[in-house]
């Protein structure tokens, strides 16, 4: 019998545990909710993964054995969410992770989440224009009311990455006037009148 001394089991575990993570996710999206109907198994990966034909905007149930990210729209773009556990209707995301009800949520693609999106911080990037171009201007750790820069930009569209975190987006400076909630998205665009921003949920940090 083979007998592994201590550095050998030491770095057996440490490619069993490297394995374990480069592999992604067991992901299984399902046709009905409620885990029924005819079922697509992968494996997710930091790149991202088109559904199938027949499995393109799939809105019944999923199931996951961690995080991963869901779109709408193939290539892991626009609005995205991050799903930790099982879902059993997926139809329901909207209403889930947003104040604006009825809009139905379908998936077209999926990825692994990234290391910034397990942070338990609040974090985004706000970018000057549309589809994440022009100036990028880094937030960490926000804890509450934050004003956006005014660019000078003549563009009428920003775009901001949230790492699935939400936030509430006012049209004045100091989180003051018309209020909208985003959705605990990971990608969007938004109109460059909105002028300020705030997590919708503080995290415990934060709070003294």
Not at 94 to 110: C, E, G, L, R
Not at 113 to 137: D, H, M, T, W
Not at 172 to 177: E, M, R
Request: aromatic share 14%.
């Amino acid at each position: 019998m083979e007998v592994f001394n201590t550095n050998q089991l030491f770095k057996f575990v440490l490619v069993l545990i490297v394995v374990s993570i480069c592999s992604g996710a067991r992901v299984e999206f399902y046709k009905e909710a409620h885990f029924r109907g005819e079922a697509f198994i992968a494996s997710s990966s930091v790149a991202c993964t088109n559904l199938p034909d027949n499995f393109k905007n799939v809105n019944g149930s999923l199931k996951t054995t961690t995080c991963i990210a869901v779109y709408m729209f193939e290539n892991c773009a626009w609005d995205g969410f991050l799903v930790g556990s099982d879902e059993r209707r997926l139809i329901g995301l909207k209403d889930k992770y947003s104040t604006i009800k009825s809009q139905s949520f379908s998936v077209a693609s999926f990825r692994d989440c990234r290391e910034e999106e397990y942070s338990p911080k609040v974090n985004f990037q706000y970018y000057e224009k549309a589809y994440f171009q022009g100036i990028l201007i880094p937030f960490e750790d926000v804890c509450g009311c934050t004003n956006l820069p005014a660019f000078e930009s003549e563009s009428k569209w920003r775009s901001i990455t949230t790492f699935g975190n939400c936030f509430h987006r006012y049209s004045q400076p100091n989180c003051q006037g018309e209020l909208n909630t985003g959705y605990e998205t990971h990608d969007s665009y938004f109109e460059a009148t909105w002028q300020s921003i705030k997590p919708c949920h503080i995290p415990k940090h934060c709070k003294i």
